[in-house]
Protein backbone atom coordinates (compact mmCIF):
# COMPACT_ATOMS: atom_id res chain seq x y z
CA UNK A 1 0.00 0.00 0.00
CA UNK A 2 1.18 3.44 -0.89
CA UNK A 3 1.34 5.96 1.91
CA UNK A 4 3.50 8.39 0.00
CA UNK A 5 2.77 9.39 -3.52
CA UNK A 6 4.29 12.42 -4.98
CA UNK A 7 3.32 13.48 -8.60
CA UNK A 8 5.27 16.06 -10.97
CA UNK A 9 6.32 17.89 -7.92
CA UNK A 10 7.48 21.71 -9.21
CA UNK A 11 8.21 24.06 -6.41
CA UNK A 12 10.03 27.59 -8.00
CA UNK A 13 11.80 30.28 -5.42
CA UNK A 14 12.05 33.81 -6.40
CA UNK A 15 15.00 33.16 -8.04
CA UNK A 16 15.53 30.00 -8.80
CA UNK A 17 13.62 26.39 -9.22
CA UNK A 18 14.10 24.47 -6.65
CA UNK A 19 12.23 21.44 -7.97
CA UNK A 20 11.59 20.79 -11.82
CA UNK A 21 9.76 17.88 -11.58
CA UNK A 22 9.94 15.04 -8.68
CA UNK A 23 7.94 12.05 -9.04
CA UNK A 24 8.27 8.96 -6.77
CA UNK A 25 6.25 6.59 -3.97
CA UNK A 26 6.42 5.24 -0.47
CA UNK A 27 5.07 1.58 0.23
CA UNK A 28 4.06 1.53 3.37
CA UNK A 29 6.68 0.21 5.87
CA UNK A 30 9.78 0.63 3.81
CA UNK A 31 12.34 3.14 4.23
CA UNK A 32 12.37 5.49 0.97
CA UNK A 33 15.70 7.32 0.74
CA UNK A 34 16.17 10.74 -1.17
CA UNK A 35 19.90 11.09 -2.10
CA UNK A 36 21.77 14.41 -3.97
CA UNK A 37 24.05 16.73 -3.49
CA UNK A 38 22.75 19.98 -1.74
CA UNK A 39 20.80 22.13 -3.36
CA UNK A 40 19.36 18.92 -5.26
CA UNK A 41 15.74 19.86 -4.42
CA UNK A 42 15.39 17.24 -1.50
CA UNK A 43 14.34 19.27 1.41
CA UNK A 44 12.06 21.29 -0.56
CA UNK A 45 10.85 17.75 -1.56
CA UNK A 46 10.36 16.59 1.75
CA UNK A 47 8.85 20.14 3.09
CA UNK A 48 6.10 20.19 0.83
CA UNK A 49 5.48 16.62 1.64
CA UNK A 50 5.09 17.65 5.29
CA UNK A 51 2.88 20.52 4.36
CA UNK A 52 5.49 23.28 5.23
CA UNK A 53 5.59 24.28 1.80
CA UNK A 54 2.94 25.36 -1.06
CA UNK A 55 3.86 23.24 -4.32
CA UNK A 56 3.73 25.28 -7.79
CA UNK A 57 2.75 22.11 -9.51
CA UNK A 58 1.73 18.41 -9.33
CA UNK A 59 0.37 16.96 -6.57
CA UNK A 60 0.89 15.58 -3.49
CA UNK A 61 -0.51 12.78 -1.45
CA UNK A 62 -0.02 11.47 2.34
CA UNK A 63 -1.73 8.61 3.78
CA UNK A 64 -4.56 9.79 1.39
CA UNK A 65 -4.43 13.38 2.06
CA UNK A 66 -3.14 16.62 0.81
CA UNK A 67 -0.46 17.94 2.83
CA UNK A 68 -2.18 21.47 2.65
CA UNK A 69 -6.01 21.05 3.19
CA UNK A 70 -5.65 18.34 5.59
CA UNK A 71 -2.47 19.46 7.35
CA UNK A 72 -4.40 19.36 11.24
CA UNK A 73 -5.30 15.83 10.55
CA UNK A 74 -1.61 14.55 8.73
CA UNK A 75 -0.02 16.31 11.58
CA UNK A 76 -0.92 13.84 13.82
CA UNK A 77 0.32 11.12 11.84
CA UNK A 78 3.95 12.31 10.73
CA UNK A 79 6.63 12.86 12.79
CA UNK A 80 9.22 15.12 11.51
CA UNK A 81 13.20 16.18 12.50
CA UNK A 82 14.02 18.91 10.46
CA UNK A 83 17.47 20.09 9.67
CA UNK A 84 18.80 22.56 11.60
CA UNK A 85 15.97 23.49 13.86
CA UNK A 86 16.64 23.53 17.30
CA UNK A 87 15.10 24.29 21.27
CA UNK A 88 15.21 26.75 23.64
CA UNK A 89 18.65 26.48 25.05
CA UNK A 90 17.26 26.30 28.71
CA UNK A 91 15.16 23.22 27.86
CA UNK A 92 15.96 19.96 29.30
CA UNK A 93 15.44 17.28 27.80
CA UNK A 94 12.59 15.74 29.53
CA UNK A 95 10.53 19.09 29.40
CA UNK A 96 11.06 18.78 26.01
CA UNK A 97 10.26 15.23 24.91
CA UNK A 98 6.96 15.80 27.37
CA UNK A 99 6.34 18.88 25.77
CA UNK A 100 6.11 17.18 22.38
CA UNK A 101 4.34 14.11 23.44
CA UNK A 102 1.41 16.16 25.02
CA UNK A 103 0.71 17.66 21.45
CA UNK A 104 -0.29 14.28 20.88
CA UNK A 105 -3.81 12.25 21.31
CA UNK A 106 -1.57 8.78 21.57
CA UNK A 107 2.21 9.59 22.13
CA UNK A 108 5.04 6.81 22.14
CA UNK A 109 6.33 5.98 25.69
CA UNK A 110 8.99 8.67 26.30
CA UNK A 111 10.92 6.93 29.03
CA UNK A 112 11.61 3.91 26.32
CA UNK A 113 12.17 6.63 23.75
CA UNK A 114 14.99 8.61 25.48
CA UNK A 115 17.06 4.85 26.31
CA UNK A 116 16.28 3.61 22.85
CA UNK A 117 18.32 6.89 22.09
CA UNK A 118 20.88 6.78 24.79
CA UNK A 119 20.05 10.27 26.41
CA UNK A 120 18.92 8.48 29.69
CA UNK A 121 21.44 9.70 31.52
CA UNK A 122 20.58 12.97 29.74
CA UNK A 123 17.23 13.65 31.20
CA UNK A 124 18.12 16.47 33.09
CA UNK A 125 20.61 18.11 30.99
CA UNK A 126 19.55 21.68 28.87
CA UNK A 127 19.04 21.86 25.21
CA UNK A 128 21.91 24.09 25.21
CA UNK A 129 24.55 22.04 26.91
CA UNK A 130 23.78 18.56 24.86
CA UNK A 131 26.91 17.76 22.06
CA UNK A 132 25.57 18.07 18.92
CA UNK A 133 25.08 14.64 18.52
CA UNK A 134 22.86 14.34 21.26
CA UNK A 135 20.89 16.99 19.73
CA UNK A 136 20.28 14.78 17.06
CA UNK A 137 19.42 12.42 18.66
CA UNK A 138 16.35 14.43 20.45
CA UNK A 139 15.22 15.80 17.81
CA UNK A 140 14.69 12.06 16.43
CA UNK A 141 13.15 11.54 19.66
CA UNK A 142 10.82 14.13 18.81
CA UNK A 143 9.86 12.97 15.86
CA UNK A 144 8.60 10.05 17.26
CA UNK A 145 7.21 10.95 20.14
CA UNK A 146 3.59 11.46 18.75
CA UNK A 147 4.41 7.40 17.42
CA UNK A 148 3.81 8.86 13.88
CA UNK A 149 2.79 6.41 11.15
CA UNK A 150 5.30 8.13 8.84
CA UNK A 151 8.81 9.63 9.90
CA UNK A 152 10.14 12.13 8.08
CA UNK A 153 13.92 12.62 8.38
CA UNK A 154 16.19 15.38 7.05
CA UNK A 155 19.77 14.61 7.17
CA UNK A 156 19.69 12.96 10.18
CA UNK A 157 23.30 11.81 11.04
CA UNK A 158 24.77 15.10 9.51
CA UNK A 159 27.06 15.84 12.69
CA UNK A 160 27.24 12.72 14.49
CA UNK A 161 30.66 10.67 15.55
CA UNK A 162 30.85 7.01 13.07
CA UNK A 163 29.42 5.38 16.19
CA UNK A 164 26.42 7.81 16.76
CA UNK A 165 25.69 7.20 13.39
CA UNK A 166 25.84 3.37 13.87
CA UNK A 167 23.63 3.92 16.39
CA UNK A 168 21.73 5.74 14.48
CA UNK A 169 20.88 3.72 12.15
CA UNK A 170 20.11 0.41 13.98
CA UNK A 171 17.37 2.83 15.61
CA UNK A 172 15.87 3.33 12.83
CA UNK A 173 15.69 0.11 11.47
CA UNK A 174 14.04 -0.60 14.95
CA UNK A 175 11.86 2.16 14.33
CA UNK A 176 10.93 0.43 10.92
CA UNK A 177 10.50 -2.98 12.38
CA UNK A 178 8.23 -1.71 14.37
CA UNK A 179 5.40 -0.34 11.76
CA UNK A 180 6.70 3.28 10.57
CA UNK A 181 7.42 4.64 7.15
CA UNK A 182 10.69 6.28 6.95
CA UNK A 183 11.38 9.28 4.81
CA UNK A 184 14.96 9.70 5.05
CA UNK A 185 16.91 12.50 3.23
CA UNK A 186 20.91 12.47 3.36
CA UNK A 187 23.57 13.53 1.32
CA UNK A 188 25.65 10.37 2.97
CA UNK A 189 25.80 7.26 0.32
CA UNK A 190 26.85 5.16 2.64
CA UNK A 191 24.09 5.69 4.96
CA UNK A 192 21.43 5.16 2.14
CA UNK A 193 22.92 2.26 1.01
CA UNK A 194 22.95 0.40 4.80
CA UNK A 195 19.25 1.61 4.94
CA UNK A 196 17.28 2.10 2.40
CA UNK A 197 14.89 -0.49 0.72
CA UNK A 198 14.99 1.76 -2.42
CA UNK A 199 16.20 5.09 -3.03
CA UNK A 200 15.66 8.05 -5.26
CA UNK A 201 18.67 9.74 -6.43
CA UNK A 202 17.97 13.18 -6.88
CA UNK A 203 19.87 15.96 -9.04
CA UNK A 204 19.45 19.87 -9.91
CA UNK A 205 15.34 19.38 -8.96
CA UNK A 206 14.64 16.12 -11.38
CA UNK A 207 14.67 12.14 -10.07
CA UNK A 208 17.38 10.62 -11.85
CA UNK A 209 17.11 7.29 -11.11
CA UNK A 210 14.84 5.59 -8.54
CA UNK A 211 15.56 1.63 -7.55
CA UNK A 212 16.47 -0.58 -4.46
CA UNK A 213 20.44 0.70 -3.96
CA UNK A 214 21.48 -3.21 -5.40
CA UNK A 215 19.86 -2.52 -7.94
CA UNK A 216 21.26 1.29 -8.86
CA UNK A 217 24.76 -0.70 -8.45
CA UNK A 218 24.31 -3.44 -10.54
CA UNK A 219 22.78 -0.98 -13.32
CA UNK A 220 26.20 -0.10 -13.75
CA UNK A 221 28.33 -1.18 -16.68
CA UNK A 222 31.52 -0.64 -13.96
CA UNK A 223 29.53 -2.64 -11.12
CA UNK A 224 33.34 -4.52 -9.89
CA UNK A 225 36.57 -3.85 -9.91
CA UNK A 226 39.32 -6.21 -10.19
CA UNK A 227 42.92 -5.60 -9.37
CA UNK A 228 45.95 -7.87 -9.49
CA UNK A 229 49.53 -7.98 -10.19
CA UNK A 230 50.77 -10.53 -12.95
CA UNK A 231 53.32 -12.32 -12.02
CA UNK A 232 54.42 -12.62 -16.12
CA UNK A 233 53.73 -10.30 -18.42
CA UNK A 234 50.12 -10.18 -19.54
CA UNK A 235 48.24 -8.81 -23.02
CA UNK A 236 45.56 -6.70 -22.28
CA UNK A 237 43.57 -7.48 -25.43
CA UNK A 238 42.96 -11.06 -23.71
CA UNK A 239 40.88 -9.38 -21.21
CA UNK A 240 39.29 -6.50 -23.36
CA UNK A 241 37.83 -9.31 -25.61
CA UNK A 242 35.93 -10.86 -22.89
CA UNK A 243 32.04 -9.51 -23.04
CA UNK A 244 32.45 -9.17 -19.80
CA UNK A 245 35.09 -6.65 -19.23
CA UNK A 246 34.32 -2.65 -19.35
CA UNK A 247 37.50 -1.17 -18.93
CA UNK A 248 41.51 -2.17 -18.35
CA UNK A 249 43.99 -0.29 -16.81
CA UNK A 250 47.38 -0.07 -15.61
CA UNK A 251 48.30 1.22 -12.20
CA UNK A 252 52.05 1.00 -12.22
CA UNK A 253 52.64 -2.28 -12.15
CA UNK A 254 48.77 -3.41 -10.93
CA UNK A 255 45.86 -4.08 -13.36
CA UNK A 256 43.15 -2.87 -13.24
CA UNK A 257 40.07 -4.57 -14.66
CA UNK A 258 36.07 -3.18 -14.35
CA UNK A 259 32.95 -4.86 -15.48
CA UNK A 260 29.76 -6.59 -14.60
CA UNK A 261 28.25 -9.73 -14.47
CA UNK A 262 30.66 -12.70 -13.91
CA UNK A 263 33.60 -10.81 -14.08
CA UNK A 264 35.59 -12.32 -12.01
CA UNK A 265 34.83 -15.77 -13.47
CA UNK A 266 35.85 -14.79 -16.63
CA UNK A 267 39.00 -13.04 -15.81
CA UNK A 268 40.49 -15.73 -14.01
CA UNK A 269 39.60 -17.94 -16.33
CA UNK A 270 41.96 -16.62 -19.33
CA UNK A 271 44.74 -15.94 -16.66
CA UNK A 272 44.69 -19.45 -15.91
CA UNK A 273 44.25 -20.34 -19.66
CA UNK A 274 47.20 -18.21 -20.53
CA UNK A 275 49.25 -19.55 -16.99
CA UNK A 276 49.83 -16.14 -15.65
CA UNK A 277 49.30 -16.05 -11.78
CA UNK A 278 47.92 -13.33 -10.05
CA UNK A 279 49.08 -11.79 -7.05
CA UNK A 280 47.27 -9.57 -4.94
CA UNK A 281 44.36 -10.16 -6.57
CA UNK A 282 41.03 -8.29 -5.13
CA UNK A 283 37.77 -7.83 -6.16
CA UNK A 284 36.15 -4.71 -5.48
CA UNK A 285 32.26 -4.23 -5.31
CA UNK A 286 30.93 -0.60 -6.71
CA UNK A 287 29.07 1.25 -3.75
CA UNK A 288 25.82 3.48 -4.19
CA UNK A 289 28.52 6.10 -4.06
CA UNK A 290 29.69 5.03 -7.40
CA UNK A 291 26.36 3.87 -8.68
CA UNK A 292 25.55 8.03 -7.78
CA UNK A 293 28.25 9.76 -8.99
CA UNK A 294 27.84 7.34 -12.47
CA UNK A 295 24.11 8.99 -12.19
CA UNK A 296 24.68 12.53 -12.23
CA UNK A 297 28.24 13.04 -13.04
CA UNK A 298 29.31 14.68 -9.99
CA UNK A 299 30.49 13.53 -6.05
CA UNK A 300 28.26 13.59 -3.50
CA UNK A 301 29.52 16.63 -1.46
CA UNK A 302 30.55 15.48 1.50
CA UNK A 303 31.02 17.36 5.03
CA UNK B 1 -2.66 19.58 30.55
CA UNK B 2 -2.22 19.76 26.94
CA UNK B 3 -1.56 22.01 24.20
CA UNK B 4 -2.09 25.82 25.28
CA UNK B 5 -1.64 25.76 29.10
CA UNK B 6 0.70 23.39 28.70
CA UNK B 7 3.23 25.81 26.19
CA UNK B 8 2.61 28.73 28.21
CA UNK B 9 3.63 26.36 31.27
CA UNK B 10 7.00 25.98 29.59
CA UNK B 11 7.30 29.59 28.59
CA UNK B 12 7.09 30.26 32.11
CA UNK B 13 9.74 27.47 33.46
CA UNK B 14 12.00 29.21 30.91
CA UNK B 15 11.67 32.95 31.62
CA UNK B 16 11.85 32.02 35.32
CA UNK B 17 15.52 30.24 34.03
CA UNK B 18 16.74 33.95 33.02
CA UNK B 19 17.43 35.69 36.12
CA UNK B 20 18.19 39.09 34.69
CA UNK B 21 14.77 39.01 32.68
CA UNK B 22 12.65 38.07 35.71
CA UNK B 23 15.00 40.95 37.56
CA UNK B 24 14.21 43.88 34.86
CA UNK B 25 10.88 42.55 34.01
CA UNK B 26 9.10 42.18 36.98
CA UNK B 27 11.30 42.99 40.52
CA UNK B 28 13.27 46.04 39.02
CA UNK B 29 9.68 48.57 38.81
CA UNK B 30 8.77 47.67 41.89
CA UNK B 31 12.36 48.28 43.11
CA UNK B 32 12.18 51.50 41.53
CA UNK B 33 8.91 52.63 43.23
CA UNK B 34 10.79 51.90 46.69
CA UNK B 35 13.98 53.43 45.38
CA UNK B 36 12.45 56.83 44.56
CA UNK B 37 10.00 56.51 47.72
CA UNK B 38 12.68 56.60 50.53
CA UNK B 39 13.41 60.44 48.82
CA UNK B 40 11.80 61.97 51.80
CA UNK B 41 10.95 65.08 49.35
CA UNK B 42 9.10 62.30 46.74
CA UNK B 43 7.06 61.51 49.58
CA UNK B 44 5.88 65.24 50.25
CA UNK B 45 2.68 66.87 48.14
CA UNK B 46 4.00 69.47 45.30
CA UNK B 47 1.56 72.43 44.24
CA UNK B 48 3.52 72.17 40.87
CA UNK B 49 2.44 68.77 39.95
CA UNK B 50 -1.07 69.65 41.18
CA UNK B 51 -1.03 68.78 44.35
CA UNK B 52 0.71 65.48 44.22
CA UNK B 53 3.27 63.52 45.69
CA UNK B 54 6.06 62.54 43.02
CA UNK B 55 5.46 59.03 44.10
CA UNK B 56 2.08 59.01 43.08
CA UNK B 57 3.48 59.69 39.93
CA UNK B 58 5.70 57.05 39.84
CA UNK B 59 3.78 53.94 40.32
CA UNK B 60 2.22 54.32 36.90
CA UNK B 61 5.24 54.86 35.57
CA UNK B 62 7.00 51.74 37.09
CA UNK B 63 4.20 50.28 35.15
CA UNK B 64 4.70 51.37 31.86
CA UNK B 65 8.14 50.31 32.28
CA UNK B 66 6.69 46.54 33.37
CA UNK B 67 5.35 46.73 29.86
CA UNK B 68 8.21 48.03 28.01
CA UNK B 69 10.20 45.63 29.23
CA UNK B 70 8.57 43.06 28.67
CA UNK B 71 6.75 43.69 24.93
CA UNK B 72 9.57 45.78 23.66
CA UNK B 73 12.76 43.71 25.09
CA UNK B 74 11.97 40.35 26.10
CA UNK B 75 8.91 39.17 23.53
CA UNK B 76 10.64 40.26 20.33
CA UNK B 77 14.03 39.01 21.15
CA UNK B 78 12.53 35.91 22.25
CA UNK B 79 10.50 35.43 19.45
CA UNK B 80 12.97 36.07 16.74
CA UNK B 81 15.18 33.12 18.69
CA UNK B 82 12.28 31.14 18.18
CA UNK B 83 12.07 31.58 14.70
CA UNK B 84 16.10 32.14 14.11
CA UNK B 85 16.38 28.59 15.42
CA UNK B 86 13.79 26.87 13.37
CA UNK B 87 11.55 26.39 16.68
CA UNK B 88 8.58 27.57 15.28
CA UNK B 89 8.75 25.58 12.06
CA UNK B 90 9.46 22.63 13.89
CA UNK B 91 6.10 23.31 15.85
CA UNK B 92 4.36 23.63 12.35
CA UNK B 93 4.85 19.73 12.00
CA UNK B 94 3.04 19.35 14.88
CA UNK B 95 -0.75 19.21 15.80
CA UNK B 96 -0.59 22.59 17.79
CA UNK B 97 1.38 24.52 15.51
CA UNK B 98 3.64 27.71 15.36
CA UNK B 99 0.46 30.10 16.15
CA UNK B 100 0.01 28.25 19.57
CA UNK B 101 3.83 29.22 21.21
CA UNK B 102 3.25 32.81 19.81
CA UNK B 103 0.29 32.98 21.63
CA UNK B 104 1.66 31.08 24.58
CA UNK B 105 4.72 33.70 24.96
CA UNK B 106 2.58 36.62 24.73
CA UNK B 107 -0.09 35.38 27.47
CA UNK B 108 2.83 34.20 29.62
CA UNK B 109 4.54 37.75 29.36
CA UNK B 110 1.00 39.22 30.06
CA UNK B 111 0.67 37.22 32.88
CA UNK B 112 4.35 38.11 34.47
CA UNK B 113 3.00 41.37 33.82
CA UNK B 114 0.31 41.75 35.51
CA UNK B 115 2.08 40.05 39.02
CA UNK B 116 5.23 42.47 38.42
CA UNK B 117 1.91 45.43 38.62
CA UNK B 118 0.75 43.97 41.18
CA UNK B 119 4.00 44.29 42.83
CA UNK B 120 4.45 47.63 42.47
CA UNK B 121 0.53 48.59 43.77
CA UNK B 122 1.83 46.60 46.66
CA UNK B 123 5.11 48.23 47.34
CA UNK B 124 3.55 51.50 46.62
CA UNK B 125 0.39 51.06 49.04
CA UNK B 126 2.21 49.46 52.11
CA UNK B 127 5.26 51.29 51.89
CA UNK B 128 4.38 54.74 50.38
CA UNK B 129 0.84 54.83 51.23
CA UNK B 130 0.45 55.30 47.59
CA UNK B 131 -4.10 54.68 47.19
CA UNK B 132 -5.05 51.77 45.63
CA UNK B 133 -6.91 52.41 42.06
CA UNK B 134 -9.87 54.40 43.33
CA UNK B 135 -11.69 53.56 39.28
CA UNK B 136 -10.47 49.96 39.67
CA UNK B 137 -12.21 49.24 36.26
CA UNK B 138 -10.63 51.92 34.52
CA UNK B 139 -7.45 51.21 35.43
CA UNK B 140 -7.87 47.17 34.21
CA UNK B 141 -9.38 48.57 31.00
CA UNK B 142 -6.53 51.23 30.58
CA UNK B 143 -3.70 48.69 31.56
CA UNK B 144 -5.13 46.21 29.51
CA UNK B 145 -5.17 48.51 25.90
CA UNK B 146 -1.84 49.64 26.97
CA UNK B 147 -0.46 46.18 27.23
CA UNK B 148 -2.48 45.35 23.56
CA UNK B 149 -0.65 48.13 22.01
CA UNK B 150 2.72 47.92 23.36
CA UNK B 151 2.93 43.91 22.95
CA UNK B 152 1.06 44.98 19.51
CA UNK B 153 4.24 47.08 18.34
CA UNK B 154 6.68 44.34 20.22
CA UNK B 155 5.14 41.84 17.95
CA UNK B 156 5.84 44.00 14.63
CA UNK B 157 9.61 44.65 15.89
CA UNK B 158 9.51 40.68 16.06
CA UNK B 159 8.25 40.27 12.56
CA UNK B 160 10.73 42.93 10.84
CA UNK B 161 13.91 42.01 12.98
CA UNK B 162 16.56 40.19 10.33
CA UNK B 163 17.36 38.23 13.71
CA UNK B 164 17.53 37.63 17.75
CA UNK B 165 19.98 40.29 18.45
CA UNK B 166 19.12 42.90 16.05
CA UNK B 167 15.23 42.36 17.94
CA UNK B 168 17.03 42.86 20.96
CA UNK B 169 19.06 46.22 19.56
CA UNK B 170 15.99 47.95 18.49
CA UNK B 171 14.15 46.94 21.86
CA UNK B 172 16.65 48.67 23.62
CA UNK B 173 16.53 51.71 21.21
CA UNK B 174 12.82 52.27 21.10
CA UNK B 175 12.85 51.80 25.20
CA UNK B 176 14.28 55.75 25.50
CA UNK B 177 11.75 57.23 23.11
CA UNK B 178 8.77 55.33 24.66
CA UNK B 179 9.62 55.64 28.48
CA UNK B 180 10.95 59.10 28.27
CA UNK B 181 7.15 60.16 26.94
CA UNK B 182 5.48 57.91 29.63
CA UNK B 183 7.55 60.15 32.36
CA UNK B 184 10.28 57.91 33.15
CA UNK B 185 12.68 61.01 32.96
CA UNK B 186 10.38 63.82 33.45
CA UNK B 187 6.96 62.94 34.62
CA UNK B 188 4.19 64.19 32.35
CA UNK B 189 2.75 66.60 35.36
CA UNK B 190 6.28 68.28 34.59
CA UNK B 191 6.49 68.16 31.23
CA UNK B 192 6.38 71.70 29.32
CA UNK B 193 2.78 72.02 27.53
CA UNK B 194 4.25 70.47 24.22
CA UNK B 195 5.92 68.02 25.06
CA UNK B 196 3.12 66.36 27.07
CA UNK B 197 0.79 67.27 24.18
CA UNK B 198 3.37 64.86 22.39
CA UNK B 199 3.65 62.33 25.16
CA UNK B 200 -0.60 62.11 25.04
CA UNK B 201 -0.44 60.77 21.44
CA UNK B 202 2.35 57.61 22.37
CA UNK B 203 1.68 54.69 23.19
CA UNK B 204 2.82 54.86 26.89
CA UNK B 205 2.02 58.63 27.32
CA UNK B 206 -1.58 57.79 26.94
CA UNK B 207 -1.24 54.66 29.23
CA UNK B 208 0.73 56.36 31.88
CA UNK B 209 -2.32 59.12 31.72
CA UNK B 210 -5.13 57.13 31.85
CA UNK B 211 -3.48 55.14 34.97
CA UNK B 212 -3.26 58.25 36.85
CA UNK B 213 -6.70 59.38 35.94
CA UNK B 214 -8.07 55.98 36.84
CA UNK B 215 -6.16 55.64 39.84
CA UNK B 216 -7.41 59.26 41.23
CA UNK B 217 -10.63 57.86 40.92
CA UNK B 218 -11.79 58.84 37.44
CA UNK B 219 -12.54 57.42 34.64
CA UNK B 220 -9.68 57.45 31.85
CA UNK B 221 -10.10 60.20 29.07
CA UNK B 222 -11.64 59.41 25.35
CA UNK B 223 -8.10 60.57 23.98
CA UNK B 224 -6.08 58.28 25.85
CA UNK B 225 -8.21 55.32 25.48
CA UNK B 226 -8.59 55.72 21.74
CA UNK B 227 -4.37 56.18 21.16
CA UNK B 228 -4.01 52.97 22.98
CA UNK B 229 -6.84 51.01 21.15
CA UNK B 230 -5.21 52.86 18.04
CA UNK B 231 -1.93 51.50 18.44
CA UNK B 232 -3.32 48.20 19.34
CA UNK B 233 -5.21 47.85 16.63
CA UNK B 234 -2.84 49.37 14.00
CA UNK B 235 0.50 47.46 15.19
CA UNK B 236 -1.75 44.24 14.95
CA UNK B 237 -2.76 44.48 11.96
CA UNK B 238 0.90 45.36 10.59
CA UNK B 239 2.26 42.67 13.12
CA UNK B 240 -0.53 40.17 11.17
CA UNK B 241 0.67 40.73 7.60
CA UNK B 242 4.76 40.89 8.03
CA UNK B 243 4.79 38.24 11.03
CA UNK B 244 7.62 35.51 9.06
CA UNK B 245 7.50 31.96 10.80
CA UNK B 246 10.55 31.29 8.80
Do not use: H
Given at each position: MQVIEVDNLRKQYRDH?????????????????????????????????????????????VLGLDPRRDGAELRHRVGAQLQESALPDRMKVWEALDLYASFYPRPADQRRLIDDLGLGDKRETTFGKLSGGQKQRLSI???????????VLDELTSGLDPNARRDTWDLIEQVRDGGVTVLLVTHFMD?????????AVVDAGRVVALDSPSSLIARMDTAQRIRFRPASPLDDGLLIALPEVRSVRRNGVQVVVTGTGNLLQAVTSVL???????ADLRLEQASLDDAYVALTGHAAVSD | MTGLPRLIFMELKLFLREPLAVFFAVAFPALLVGILGSV??????KQDIGGLRVIDLYVPIAIAFVLVMLSLNLVPATLA???????????????????ALLAAQMLMSLLMAVGAVLL?????????????????????LAFVLGAAAVFAMGLVLAAVAPSARSAQGFGTVLFFPVMFFAGLWVPRAAMPGTLRDISDFTPLGATVQALQDAAA???????HLAVMAAYAVVFGLVAVRTFRWQ
Open positions: VAVQDISFTVERGEIFGIVGPNGAGKTTTVECVEGLRTPDGGSIKALALVGDPEIAEAERLCDRVARNQIVA | PGFREPTYRERGILRRLATTPVGPTVLAVGRLAFDVALPQQPTGFAGAWPQAL
